[in-house]
């Protein structure tokens, strides 16, 4: 993944949870200006400060880079309600899911 992926990847999430860059930051500990220097290019995380990014989206480190899935937390929220469904039940959804797609 380059920089800017990285970058664009995080802005996504962070949209998608909707909170400010400031409060971001605020809330894993950093100072006001650290997402929003990460995502204008002036810094990069440390891996400690990456972790603490998955965490607080939480999400994990592959799911920040699965860049395919646009909502990782919803994701795993439909892989978890399922668990437990018949093969007719899941052929439903399957189907329902392609149709919107």
């Not at 930051?25 to 400060?49: D, F, H, V």
């Not at 480190?61 to 399922?82: G, H, I, M, N, Y």
């Not at 469904?85 to 149709?99: F, G, M, R, T, V």
Request: net charge neutral; proline share 4%; charged share 25%.
């Amino acid at each position: 993944m380059e920089k800017e992926d990285f970058i664009n990847r995080l802005i996504q999430l962070r949209i998608n949870k909707g909170v400010s860059a400031r409060d971001m930051s605020l809330s894993i500990g950093q100072s006001p200006s650290y997402i929003n220097n990460i995502e204008c290019g002036k810094n990069l995380p440390s891996m400690t400060g990456f972790f603490f990014i998955c965490e607080y989206l939480k999400i994990t480190p592959q799911e920040f880079f699965d860049t395919e899935t646009k909502s990782p937390t919803k994701a795993r929220e439909l892989s978890d309600a399922v668990k437990g469904l018949s093969n007719e039940q899941l052929d439903n959804l399957i189907a329902l899911a392609k149709s919107i797609k």
